[in-house]
């Protein structure tokens, strides 16, 4: 069974940075689309990043420019670089794979 193992996270001050990883147990070249997304208290799941096979990139008009998504395919991890962060940034975040396996979730709390 494949799983999706999230590193990083924790409590920042605003305009601090963070870098989330997402470690695969399977070659992330199988998945077509890998993502983070994010849940905040008493809000939806919302898509935050999302990047392709090929390296297309696709951003949450709230993070661009802020935040960017890579993946290292020889080590089967997704990164998340977020600068400049806000408080309303603060939120669990979750690694994606093509929308049907998630990660366990990592907390991101941002202080203003």
């Known amino acids: 069974q494949v799983q999706l193992v999230q590193s990083g996270g924790g409590l920042v001050q605003a305009g601090g940075s963070l870098r989330l990883s997402c470690a695969v147990s399977a070659n992330i070249v199988s998945f077509k689309n890998m993502g983070w997304y994010r849940q905040a208290p008493g809000k939806q799941r919302e898509l935050v990043a999302q990047?392709?096979?090929?390296?297309?990139?696709n951003y949450a008009d709230s993070v661009k420019g802020r935040f960017t998504i890579s993946r290292d395919n020889a080590k089967y991890t997704v990164y998340l670089q977020m600068n400049s962060l806000k408080p309303e940034d603060t939120a669990v975040y979750y690694c994606?794979?093509?929308?049907?396996?998630w990660g366990q979730g990592t907390q991101v709390t941002v202080s203003a």
């Open positions: 994606n794979a093509d929308h049907l396996l």
């Open positions: 990047i392709t096979t090929d390296g297309a990139t």
